[in-house]
């Protein structure tokens, strides 16, 4: 394995470990401060289509922001994870429109778009561990993002990237392997930082 590969491992465990320790208070004042800013974002708050996903656990919450996206008459897109780790798409109908699915994750219910449906989204809200000052992006290793992000490459179409973070994950470096692709901006209760 390469020292890359290994390296990012042993930095998802120590991030996954801080994450276990926020008390839930922190989450949720996180939460509410990371949708207010990231509704200031035009890239979010001009999308006709966004490309969400639902919260789970510690993660950065995104839930209130998907409900007021939605209010707003934004159509979001939620992921469906798929047995070989790939992406199909549903649209997301309220809180009342997700099932609980394989590993804590909430999925929409209703039809699958596919996993060309992410191809129609104007803005991408990636998941992640940490992000460096490059806009470079850890994400849980299972490569889902990774091919998303390959597949709107590979059509040509250039969405702005946006991940949602706690202020200490945006990291010194985050060791990049040759398909990473970075984010073109990240969102913390503290603030937004754009890359490019
Ligand atoms: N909320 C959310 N949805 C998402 C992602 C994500 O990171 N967060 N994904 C990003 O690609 C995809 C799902 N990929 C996942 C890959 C691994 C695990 C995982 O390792 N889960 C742990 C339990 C949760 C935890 O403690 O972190 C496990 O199964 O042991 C979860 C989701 C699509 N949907
Ligand atoms: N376009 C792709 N198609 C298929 N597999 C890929 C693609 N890009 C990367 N992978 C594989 O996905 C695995 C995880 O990659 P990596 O460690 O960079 O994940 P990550 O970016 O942290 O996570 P994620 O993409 O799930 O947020 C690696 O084994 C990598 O080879």
Known sequence: ????????????????????????????????ALARRALDLPELSDAGTVAAYVSVGREPGTRALLDALRARGVRVLLPVLMAD??????????????LPAGRGLLEPDGPRLGPGGVLTADAVLVPGLAVDGRGMRLGRGGGSYDR???R????GVRPPLVVLLY??????????????????????????RRFG
Do not use: C, F
């Open 148 to 150: 998303v992000l390959a």
């Open 85 to 98: 780790n790939d992406l199909d798409w549903g649209e997301y109908r309220g809180a009342e429109g997700l």
């Open 1 to 32: 394995m390469s020292d890359d590969v290994s390296d990012k491992q042993a930095i998802r465990a120590q991030l996954l470990e801080a994450r276990r320790r926020l008390p839930p208070e922190e989450v949720r004042r996180a939460a509410g």
């Open 152 to 155: 709107l490459d590979r059509a």
């Open 167 to 192: 202020a200490h994950e945006v990291i010194a470096r985050v060791p990049e392997e040759p398909h990473d692709r970075p984010v073109h901006a990240v969102v913390t209760p503290e603030g937004v």
